[in-house]
């Protein structure tokens, strides 16, 4: 009767000893694979970072120089530094010739002209009777202001054309879109000169 008890002691002994290096085993290598996951998702998004070079004020100063088609010597500059604008990061660039100041926003990576502005200051008139002060017609107007952003009409979307008077003033306001920038000019009916211009991103 002692030796079956003693057999039956040492075989639940046994038992006991290999399921107990089972789990530890098992538990061991559960262990292993989050660790390699985590590892690879990180070298993953250490991989996808990326910089940006600005393109400098000089440069910024140069583009919107050549886009108002404004020599150096003949621009007095008011402000040129870079600012942040609902998130973008831009170089505001303003400056005057002659009597017309010139303001222009440019994104400080790309050099894409986000936004341009152009008046023309100290400019004062009476009023002119209507007879006399509508020399354009419109198609002339609008042909001022394509040739001026250096589009041809069959490339833009028209989105107004009228004659209007401001301040006993005639001039035409010609709105169109051109290659996602939105272009604003407002046109002296008497003569074809162009009293005011806007340009910028239809995104803006």
């Known amino acids: 009767m002692k030796k079956i008890r003693t057999l039956f002691i ?35 998004s250490g991989s996808a970072a990326q910089t940006q070079t600005e393109i400098g004020l000089e440069e910024a100063e140069k583009i919107a120089l050549q886009d108002a088609g404004i020599a150096e010597a003949d621009a007095v500059y008011v402000t040129a530094h870079p600012e942040y604008d609902d998130g973008a990061y831009i170089y505001n660039v303003e400056f005057y010739s002659g009597n017309t100041e010139y303001d222009y926003e440019i994104d400080a990576y790309t050099g894409e002209i986000r936004s341009f502005d152009q008046d023309i200051e100290n400019y004062t008139i009476g009023w002119i009777p209507q007879g006399n002060s509508v020399q354009i017609d419109v198609e002339a107007a609008k042909a001022a202001a394509f040739s001026k952003a250096g589009v041809t009409e069959d490339s833009v979307t028209l989105t107004k054309a009228e004659l209007e008077y401001d301040d006993g003033r005639a001039m035409y306001q010609i709105e169109f879109i051109h290659d996602k920038m939105e272009y604003e000019f407002e046109i002296d009916a008497a003569d074809g000169s162009i009293i005011q211009q806007e340009k910028e991103s239809v995104y803006s």
């Open 10 to 44: 040492l075989a639940l002994t046994v038992s006991c000893i290999f399921l107990t290096a089972g789990c530890s085993g098992g538990s061991g290598g559960n262990s292993d694979t989050p660790a390699s996951g985590n590892t690879a998702a990180v070298s993953g």
